[in-house]
């Protein structure tokens, strides 16, 4: 059958199980979009900004556990896209960007919204494609969803020149995609396995470190638990890797890191061994990488080879897809029927135990007080048992989220870990809840990352879409603030907002409901009639405490040892 090559794309994303693309259109893909119009299986959803596009991909993926798909056109509009791309390449999600590029005889001629995409995504992306021949469309394709969805998911990129979009050729699907050249390694070396589980029964203080990895790994959160059950060794994740076991489960220590728990962080600056499991040792976990772990054997779950030993060296290095090799390494662990030292682990709690004492978390709320930001996030969890889809900005209010808004279940967490991109809540959210509609989505954002990407309030309202926004509207960008307070002796340089929109009237200009709180005793009404919205989008804007800071944290350059607590 003769097919164009936009016909050639939409039959492919049938093919690859797409029902979904976020979308912003232009001249270089006008072929696409009508192909788009003539079918019906697939959904178009019309985003404000390209960066929306992508962020909005990247929401969708990570809680359907699908790959996201998003559509530009050239020039500004992939330009437009490439924070996105560095955000979910940051932090290893299966997204595949399609963007339009000028006719095949002007590449390089300086046409009309040309731009160099493939070169500008090289650092961006996982890999990228530059379609060339209309005969080449549907292996690419193939080739971009194998890329993206497989070994360490990552984003990648489609450019297709209008005239190949429009140029027609026989369709074939290739029924198997087989690269040379990439080939991810899923299963664990035996013989590695072994020597892991060996040293996990003869260490007397083991902790398990798990990031991402464990959440982008199929059916690795319930194998995490398991192992750690088994080892009746504590875990900690890292701000990627909240929900890889329930918040409440009594092996959990809290996050890792930066603004991570004292037990946590105590934890880890004092084990004997430290299984790391879907984690790449990022700085704002590490703290001063010499006094890291300074005592344990380090064993390195990773998929990826490139990222073990690259930050911290790895004693046991093994190299396979997280969910296989846990899956792995509970099965040698039957076939030892080994237990382990309980005389140590005891110890070993009760120390963990002594450090929970410190409760590094705890806030005070007075009542007639301002409000604390800590307190709005504490009462949203406690109203959605723990089980709405949470989605974040970056800032104070990221941490205070990871901190306070503790997660049951995996895929619940949607946050820019890697690049830190502020705007990314709102578009995130709104493709979370395009994945589960019938899912409560709330995002946490602040007065100043609101405003990135406050535009696809709009696309929220065009499909009825009831995320629910809470701004923590302290007037300031506040980590920053709490940066220039701490170090620059509360210098307070371009950290200060004079004048924020009015939230409730933006809310309301878009076609949502906009609810403002500026006391305690307002609260709880407040969050009771956002979270009964159910076909509008609702912006609660909160008045909190102006100063308030992200506690424990370990300064820059300090240890994981010398925190800082409230």
């Known amino acids: 059958m003769k097919m164009t090559g936009a016909e050639i794309l939409v039959e492919c994303l049938k093919r690859e199980n797409v029902d979904t693309i976020f979308g912003y259109p232009g001249g270089a893909v006008l072929h696409i979009y009508d192909a788009i119009f003539k079918q019906s299986h697939i959904k178009h959803y019309l985003v404000r900004h390209e960066q929306g596009a992508l962020h909005a991909a990247n929401g969708y993926s990570r809680v359907s556990g699908k790959c996201g798909v998003a559509l530009v056109t050239s020039g500004p509009g992939a330009t437009n896209a490439v924070t996105g791309l560095a955000d979910s390449y940051a932090d290893s999600i299966p ?146 890797g909240l929900g890889g076991i329930p918040h409440d489960d009594e092996h959990f220590l809290g996050m890792l890191g930066m603004h991570g728990t004292y037990e946590a962080n105590m934890a880890v600056s004092h084990c004997d061994l430290l299984v790391a499991v879907g984690a790449r040792f990022d700085d704002r976990v590490t703290g001063r990488l010499e006094a890291f772990a300074p005592d344990a054997k380090v064993i390195h779950i990773d998929v990826d080879p490139s990222s073990i030993s690259k930050n911290i060296h790895a004693h046991l290095p093994i190299v396979g897809d997280v969910g296989v090799v846990l899956k792995q390494l509970l099965e040698e662990i039957a076939r030892r029927n080994a237990q382990p030292d309980a005389e140590a682990t005891t110890l070993w709690w009760e120390q963990i135990n002594e450090w929970r004492g410190k409760d590094s978390l705890a806030f005070e709320q007075p009542q007639d007080g301002p409000i604390k930001p ?178 424990p944290m370990v300064p820059a350059g300090a240890a994981l040892n010398e925190m800082v607590l409230a």
């Open 95 to 240: 997204t595949v960007c399609f963007s339009g590029q000028v006719p095949s005889s002007l590449i390089g001629n300086d046409a009309f919204q040309e731009a160099d995409i493939v070169g500008i995504t090289r650092s961006a992306t996982k890999h990228n494609f530059l379609v060339k021949r209309v005969e080449d469309m549907a292996l690419i394709i193939r080739q971009a969803f194998h890329i993206a969805t497989t070994g360490r998911p990552g984003p990648v990129l489609v450019d297709i020149p209008k005239d190949i979009s429009g140029e027609s050729c026989e369709f074939i699907w290739p029924e198997e995609v087989n690269m040379r050249s990439y080939q991810p390694v899923t299963h664990g070396h035996p013989g590695q396995i072994k020597k892991a589980v060996k040293s996990m029964f003869t260490a007397k203080r083991p902790v398990l470190y798990t990031g991402g990895g464990v959440l982008s790994s199929v059916g690795s959160a319930a194998l995490l638990r398991e192992l750690s059950h088994t080892l009746n060794a504590p875990v900690t994740n890292t701000l990627m």
């Open 374 to 551: 800590q307190t709005v996030i504490k009462r949203v969890h406690e109203k959605t048992a723990g089980n709405a889809i949470v989605s974040t900005d970056v800032g104070q209010h990221q941490m205070w989220a990871a901190q306070h808004y503790g997660f049951n279940r995996p895929h619940r967490w949607l946050t820019s870990g890697g690049l830190g991109t502020m705007g990314y809540g709102l578009p995130a959210g709104i493709g979370a809840q395009v994945a589960m509609p019938d899912e409560k989505v709330i995002v946490f954002t602040g007065d100043s990352s609101i405003q990135m990407c406050s535009q696809e309030f709009s696309m929220a309202f065009q499909y009825n879409l009831p995320v629910i926004v809470i701004i923590l509207n302290n007037g300031y960008m506040g980590m920053v603030r709490q940066w220039q307070e701490m170090i620059y002796e509360s210098r307070y340089s371009q950290s200060y907002f004079d004048s924020l929109p009015d939230f409730v009237k933006m809310a309301e200009a878009y076609g949502g409901i906009g609810i403002r709180v500026d006391r305690l005793d307002e609260l709880d009404a407040a969050i009771d009639t956002a979270l009964a919205a159910e076909d509008r989008f609702v912006i609660l804007d909160v008045a909190v405490s102006r100063e308030e800071n992200v506690y």
